[in-house]
T-cell receptor, first 114, second 117 residues
Framework: EPEVTQTPSHQVTQMGQEVILRCVPI?????FYWYRQILGQKVEFLVS????????KSEIFDDQFSVERPDGSNFTLKIRSTKLEDSAMYFC????????????FGPGTRLTVL | AQKITQTQPGMFVQEKEAVTLDCTYDTSDQSYGLFWYKQPSSGEMIFLIY??????QNATEGRYSLNFQKARKSANLVISASQLGDSAMYFCAIRIGPAGANSKLTFGKGITLSVRP
C-alpha cells in the first residue's frame, strides 16, 4: 500500500542552524501539507501546497519557513534559523482531491533544537 | 476559535468491549469534513474514518464507526471489540469548507485510550 515517507526520523540541531525536512508524498497525490506537533500538544497546520505554490499558511509559518517541491517526488520543509521553540514532531501529509480528500500522514520527523 | 473539542480525560476500556470517544465541533459552514486519526506511542498519524457533512449515513470502517449528530455538532468515534493494539491517542479533526486545495485540518487535543486485557 502506498505511503508517505519522511526523512530523517530524528534530527538534532543547534539553535540558529538551518534544517531541511524531507518528505516523499504518495505518488498520485496532488496536495501536500506540513503540520507540527509540539510534545504533548495537538497537531497544528503549517502550510498547504498545490501546483507548485503555497495554497495556505498559518501564522506559525513565518519567514523562517519555506517549502519546495524540487522534483516530481520530494516535498521539503526548510527552517532557516532554528529556535528552541521549533522543537517538535513535523508531519508531512498528502491527499488526492476526491470527495473526501483524506490526508495521509507520514511517520514524522522529530526535530530537537539545542 | 476552538473548532474541535475533545474533553474526555484518559479513557479505559476492557478488551473486546466497545468504547465511544467524544468529539464536538464548531462551524457555521454547511460543507465540512470530519476525520479521526489514531496516534500510537510510536508517533505516526493513522487515518481511521471520514464523515462528510452531507453524508446521510454514519461512516463505518471495519471496527470503527462514526456517530454523526449534525444538529448537536458531534462526531463521536465508536470502536467495537477493542483490542490491545487500540491503545493510543485519538484525534478528531475538521476540514472547513468543501474538499479542495485549501483543505487544512484543524485538530482537537486528542484523547488517550488504554485497553485493558
Amino acid at each position: 500500500e502506498p505511503e508517505v515517507t519522511q526523512t530523517p526520523s530524528h534530527q538534532v540541531t543547534q539553535m540558529g542552524q538551518e534544517v531541511i525536512l524531507r518528505c516523499v508524498p504518495i505518488s498520485n497525490h496532488l496536495y501536500f501539507y506540513w503540520y507540527r506537533q509540539i510534545l504533548g500538544q495537538k497537531v497544528e497546520f503549517l502550510v498547504s501546497f498545490y501546483n507548485n505554490e503555497i495554497s495556505e499558511k498559518s501564522e506559525i509559518f513565518d519567514d523562517q519557513f519555506s517549502v519546495e517541491r524540487p522534483d516530481g517526488s520530494n516535498f521539503t520543509l526548510k527552517i532557516r534559523s532554528t529556535k528552541l521553540e521549533d522543537s517538535a514532531m513535523y508531519f508531512c501529509a498528502s491527499s488526492y482531491h476526491r470527495s473526501t480528500d483524506t490526508q495521509y500522514f507520514g511517520p514524522g520527523t522529530r526535530l530537537t533544537v539545542l | 476559535a476552538q473548532k474541535i473539542t475533545q474533553t474526555q480525560p484518559g479513557m479505559f476500556v476492557q478488551e473486546k468491549e466497545a468504547v465511544t470517544l467524544d468529539c464536538t465541533y464548531d462551524t457555521s459552514d454547511q460543507s465540512y469534513g470530519l476525520f479521526w486519526y489514531k496516534q500510537p506511542s510510536s508517533g505516526e498519524m493513522i487515518f481511521l474514518i471520514y464523515q462528510g457533512s452531507y453524508d446521510e449515513q454514519n461512516a463505518t470502517e471495519g471496527r470503527y464507526s462514526l456517530n454523526f449528530q449534525k444538529a448537536r455538532k458531534s462526531a463521536n468515534l465508536v470502536i467495537s471489540a477493542s483490542q490491545l493494539g487500540d491503545s493510543a491517542m485519538y484525534f478528531c479533526a475538521i476540514r472547513i469548507g468543501p474538499a479542495g486545495a485549501n483543505s487544512k485540518l484543524t485538530f482537537g487535543k486528542g484523547i488517550t485510550l488504554s485497553v485493558r486485557p
